[in-house]
């Protein structure tokens, strides 16, 4: 059953080709991030609050730049977004490694701005080659979220590597030279983005999609993220309570790999969870993880239950808000997505970190699913009971 599912898609003209080149092109946008952190620190000789603001500047850009980018999808094409992005990306890796820590963080800003965006493009590239059929795109939705569980499971790991086996240089010339590759890569590749017609619609007012369903898809893509960020916080202090950290990267890796088996068992299935079901769940199985944080395997353990959650949830709000969103717009929109993600990441690990300064790690797990619950609630009174697949295609095919 696992295997027709996937079969069926990427057997469709110029899906398989899209996945190698959007799953590829993930690994350097993963790496990116804890590759200007250690430069800053290690690089430059500075502290990790001076690392923290230079992530926060490409936040910044990120968020503004998502629909910014988006527009521009939509007006120009997707090879000028790509050409733009490309060029961008080509300056920012080649100039970053020998600038000074306040020209490092200008161009941060200015580089998350113009950011490659390869989740985005490779979702709209795939709902435009996909048939409407859930049988299609529930299973192209979910190995796209494992494809980028595992780009962040590779990602770091390797930014990581190259940074203490040679030089935050290295690191970052090579991260450089992957995320051009990866633009060059798309920009022959050309996948379409959307159809001929919708190409040649107007304007669409920006209220005409920016309502209750699409809102409650945003608040819980920010609040998954939020957690994600968080509880990778929480983990990281609750094995330095016990005297464990060393294997933080393991329990993490535990908790993707339950992800990405979740995310293809999800795929396969034909009546899944609806999504406001599946955060309700993200969150409650969060809650208690904290209480089993005394040992290493004990809390890679009670992370299983939660992790086998997270790529289904992120295939789900996917499918949603590219279902919601009108394909002429659909580049702002996804771009729109994009921010909601950016913000959720930026938020969640300071606002866990100060839950936990002012109590203890055990706190922070409650604090991360509380955040969750807290996003289904919000979701549900903004209209997310329609958020199931079902309702979804009803309400599509009477638009």
Same mark, same amino acid.
């Given at each position: 059953?696992?295997? #027709? ?7 469709? @003209? ?8 959007? +799953? ?20 430059l000789g500075m502290g990790y609050g001076e690392a ?10 990120? &968020? ?24 961008? &990306?080509?300056?920012?890796?080649? &100039?970053?490694?020998?600038? $000074? ?55 770091? %790991? !390797? +930014?990581?590597?190259? #940074? /203490? !086996?040679?030089?935050?240089? /290295? ?19 050309? @996948?379409?983005?959307?159809? *001929?017609?919708? &190409? ?12 209750? $369903? ?8 920010? !609040? ?7 509880? *990778? ?14 294997? %933080? ?18 795929? !396969? ?26 040992? =290493? =395997? ?18 789900? #709000?996917?499918?949603?808000? /590219?279902?919601?969103? $009108? ?11 994009? %921010?909601?993600?950016?913000? +959720? ?15 203890? @790690? ?12 807290? +996003? ?24």
């Open positions: 059953m696992v295997l #027709t599912s996937y079969g069926r898609v990427t057997a469709l @003209p110029g899906v398989r080709m899209l996945f190698v080149v959007t +799953g590829l092109a993930r690994i350097p946008v993963a790496a990116a991030g804890v590759t200007i952190t250690l430069h800053v620190v290690l690089g923290g603001a230079v992530a926060a500047a490409t936040t910044l850009g990120m &968020a503004l730049g998502g629909p910014l980018m988006g527009r521009l999808l939509d007006r120009r094409g997707l090879r000028r977004v790509l050409l733009l992005a490309t060029i961008a &990306a080509g300056v920012f890796w080649a &100039a970053a490694p020998w600038l $000074p820590y306040w020209g490092l963080m200008v161009l941060s800003f200015v580089g998350g701005l113009l950011a490659l965006p390869v989740m985005s493009i490779g979702r709209q590239a795939m709902v435009a080659l996909l048939p409407e059929d859930d049988s299609y795109r529930r299973p192209a939705f979910s190995l796209d979220s494992v494809l980028t569980e595992i780009s962040y499971m590779v990602g770091p %790991s !390797a +930014g990581v590597f190259l #940074t /203490t !086996a040679f030089s935050s240089t /290295t690191a970052m010339l090579c991260v450089g030279t992957g995320t051009v590759l990866s633009g060059v890569w798309l920009y022959v590749l050309d @996948p379409p983005v959307k159809s *001929e017609e919708a &190409a040649q619609h107007g304007h669409v007012p920006l209220l005409s999609w920016l309502r209750g $369903p699409m809102i409650a898809v945003l608040v819980l893509a920010g !609040a998954m993220v939020l957690i994600m960020a968080g509880a *990778e916080v929480a983990i990281v202090a609750a094995l330095r309570v016990s005297g464990q950290v060393g294997w %933080s990267g393991l329990v993490i890796a535990v908790w993707c790999l339950a992800s990405v088996v979740g995310g293809i068992v999800h795929g !396969a299935m034909r009546r899944p969870l609806p999504l406001v079901v599946l955060m309700a769940l993200v969150g409650v199985t969060m809650v208690p993880v904290g209480l089993l944080a005394g040992q =290493w =395997w004990l809390l890679a353990l009670a992370l299983v239950p939660n992790g086998l959650l997270c790529a289904p949830t992120f295939s789900s #709000t996917s499918d949603a808000v /590219t279902r919601l969103a $009108p394909e002429s717009v659909r580049g702002t929109v996804m771009g729109v997505y994009s %921010s909601a993600y950016t913000v +959720g990441a930026a938020i969640g690990a300071p606002l866990i970190g100060f839950v936990m300064d002012n109590s203890m @790690p055990l706190w922070g797990f409650v604090a991360a699913g509380g955040v969750g619950l807290l +996003g289904v609630a919000t979701a549900v009174a903004l209209g997310g009971h329609k958020l199931s697949q079902r309702q979804l295609s009803s309400s599509l095919s009477a638009s």
